[in-house]
């Protein structure tokens, strides 16, 4: 599974982008797709997530009310709306996907990850 993440950009604060992930395919054993940030210096964190065959989604608190994360299936696509952008949320954000998975924050329970999108959010 190879993952491509796209829309990142440079926006004022409160400003939106809306982000995509594409896999080149999907299996029946992909439960999750997840959405990641790093900023420089700090570890890699969970935003958002949805489990693929029912849509469940799953928030950073930082990010609940802003973001919102959806899919198209017929598309193998995953997408992020973010919203009321503020400057701490400027990274690196990247997708991942899970085959299986304990807990759907960490890091490790993703088994495949795209190559990122910078998101820089200018005061």
């Known amino acids: 599974v190879q993952l491509q993440a796209s829309g990142g950009g440079l926006v004022q604060a409160g400003g939106s982008l809306k982000l995509a992930c594409t896999a080149s395919r999907l299996t029946t054993s992909t439960n999750l797709m997840g959405w990641f940030r790093q900023a420089p210096g700090t570890e890699r964190e969970f935003v958002a997530g949805i489990r693929w065959r029912d849509g469940f989604r799953y928030y950073a608190e930082s990010v609940k009310g802003r973001f919102t994360i959806s899919r198209d299936s017929a598309k193998n696509t995953v997408y992020l709306q973010v919203n009321s952008l503020k400057p701490e949320d400027t990274a690196v954000y990247y997708c991942?996907?899970?085959?299986?998975?304990?807990?759907?924050?960490?890091?490790?329970?993703?088994?495949?990850w795209g190559q990122g999108t910078l998101v820089t959010v200018s005061s």
């Open positions: 991942a996907a899970a085959r299986h998975y304990n807990d759907h924050t960490m890091p490790a329970s993703y088994h495949y």
